[in-house]
């Protein structure tokens, strides 16, 4: 997928619970902070998991202690892929309401979504609406 | 004063000054209680106005957005204002991209935003 060799993976099932998905978050960020990756690529890295893995854990798998959350991750230093994948019924990305226009500026829906897209390189999501793949490149890739 | 866990509060006058003390607001019953204490400070407390400064907070995300909007909405019904300052040019970035830049009254500094209150430090 990336012009890169991958320098570090992990691929885990984790609980649908916010600890599970937090815990995974941080040991993610610290591996990139490893790889040199930092300032607004970081931030974007961390913002669009967090989107995802909240999003596989509430509204995939309703939290339920049935079910877990996929997790596959790439590192290199310079770029990231992140596969997460739940167990829900899946939804279509293209139906969510734009959270910029006037009138949804203050709705709690699709501002998670819209943030994944403006700040990763590539978003893909599958048919069935459960998984979403994303890549992104370091801008700033000279260390 | 009530028992905080999650901001601390100066009061100047009817205006209450908030500070955050988790670097990350991101878990959602972290957020709940950010939400609960500064809720608190209105209708408990009674301040009308509210300064939040996000001076160390390095990171939020959607869920964190969703209840600053839903402060927002609570301290207009109140007749009062919430302004936001201090915030890192990457959490800036988020409420640009998502157009809440628009929503909310956000000022450079702390001293900005007291002076938008008209308060001179």
């Given at each position: 997928?990336?012009?890169?060799?991958?320098e570090w993976s992990l691929h885990e099932h984790i609980p649908s619970s916010s600890v599970s998905g937090h815990e995974l978050i941080?040991?993610?960020?610290?591996?990139?902070?490893?790889?040199?990756w930092d300032g607004r690529d970081?931030?974007?890295?961390?913002?669009?998991?967090?989107?995802?893995?909240?999003?596989?854990i509430t509204h995939g798998n309703h939290e339920s202690p049935d079910k877990t959350v996929e997790v596959e991750l790439h590192v290199s230093r310079l770029a990231t892929s992140m596969r997460i994948q739940d167990q829900g019924a899946g939804f279509c990305p293209d139906a969510l309401p734009d959270p910029t226009e006037d009138e949804n500026l203050e709705s709690p829906h699709g501002r998670g979504v819209m943030l994944i897209k403006q700040m990763m390189d590539k978003v893909d999501y599958n048919a069935r609406g459960n998984q979403v793949t994303m890549l992104k490149r370091r801008s700033e890739s000279a260390g | 004063m009530a028992d905080r866990r999650?901001?601390?509060v100066s009061a100047v006058?009817?205006?209450a000054l908030v500070r955050f003390l988790d670097r990350k607001i991101v878990d959602p019953s972290n957020i709940?209680?950010?939400?609960?204490?500064?809720?608190q400070l209105l209708e408990k407390d009674k301040f009308k106005n509210v300064i939040l400064n996000f001076d160390g907070v390095e990171f939020l995300g959607s869920a964190a957005l969703n209840k600053l909007i839903m402060m927002d909405k609570k301290v207009k019904a109140a007749a009062g204002k919430l302004r936001l300052c201090?915030?890192?040019a990457e959490i800036m970035e988020v409420f640009t991209i998502t157009k809440l830049s628009r929503v909310f009254?956000?000022?450079?500094?702390?001293?900005?935003?007291?002076?938008?209150?008209?308060?001179?430090?």
């Open positions: 997928m990336a012009d890169t060799a991958w941080e040991r993610y960020i610290r591996v990139l902070e490893q790889f040199g970081l931030f974007h890295v961390q913002l669009a998991v967090e989107e995802a893995i909240v999003n596989a | 999650r901001i601390t006058g009817d205006l709940e209680e950010v939400g609960d204490e500064i809720f201090a915030l890192r009254d956000i000022k450079k500094t702390e001293a900005d935003a007291l002076k938008a209150f008209g308060v001179d430090i």
